[in-house]
């Protein structure tokens, strides 16, 4: 009888145990939850960068490990384009942006940078696979700034687009932002290359 009883005692504290155990994770799990969304729903009423207005502050690093600011742009006009690993668009475009850097930098003083949502690792992989398949070598500055450790891309680049752009001027003021291609990324394009007179033809396929 003693026996029984110890037994019972046993498996009823194991059941408490285990109860508590399982009840211990759901309240982790809604915890992360509940964390997880509030920054979610703070993206979703971020409002849209505007053009004129100052571009805000941003961290990220280079592909070598090396914190990068907004100020270390300062006085600088740069274009940051936006890229993903995971984007056929943004692969097809690598070779006219990396031929069009050299040209924005030497004709008009813009300095184009290359901004993955993704880490180093799979950015390098995905940049080696460009220069080894599509022969395509991207010497671009590179930015790495995943999405969930960088609030990079929701701030300039809140639509997702990829690829896609914002240019800001010298004096850190939002001129230009948009997918790649559409009329307003031609007419950049156009005169970076040095290319001033307008072609009906060319803006007709971006409409």
């Not at 703070?42 to 053009?51: D, N």
């Not at 990068?68 to 890229?83: G, S």
Request: glycine share 4%; aromatic share 8%.
């Amino acid at each position: 009888m003693e026996m029984l009883l110890l037994i019972s005692l046993n498996i009823f504290w194991g059941v408490v145990l285990v109860n508590a155990v399982l009840i211990l994770r759901v309240i982790r799990w809604i915890r992360v939850t509940n964390e997880t969304r509030v920054p979610q729903r703070e993206r979703a009423v971020r409002p849209e960068l505007m053009i004129g207005a100052s571009a805000p502050e941003f961290k990220a690093r280079t592909l070598a490990g090396q914190p990068i600011r907004l100020d270390n742009y300062a006085r600088r006009a740069v274009v940051f384009i936006f890229v993903s690993p995971h984007c056929e668009s943004c692969r097809r475009e690598m070779s006219t942006l990396t031929k069009l850097g050299p040209l924005a930098k030497k004709n008009v003083g813009v300095e184009m940078i290359l901004v993955s949502c993704e880490d180093s690792t799979e950015t390098q992989s995905w940049l080696d696979k460009i220069r080894t398949e599509d022969r395509v070598d991207v010497t671009l500055p590179v930015l790495i700034a995943p999405r969930g450790k960088s609030d990079f891309l929701e701030d300039y680049n809140p639509s997702r687009l990829f690829p896609g752009f914002c240019l800001l001027d010298e004096q850190g003021m939002v001129q230009a932002r948009g997918p790649i291609p559409s009329v307003e990324w031609w007419k950049l394009k156009r005169n970076w290359e040095g290319i001033t007179r307008p072609s009906s033809l060319m803006l007709n396929q971006y409409r």
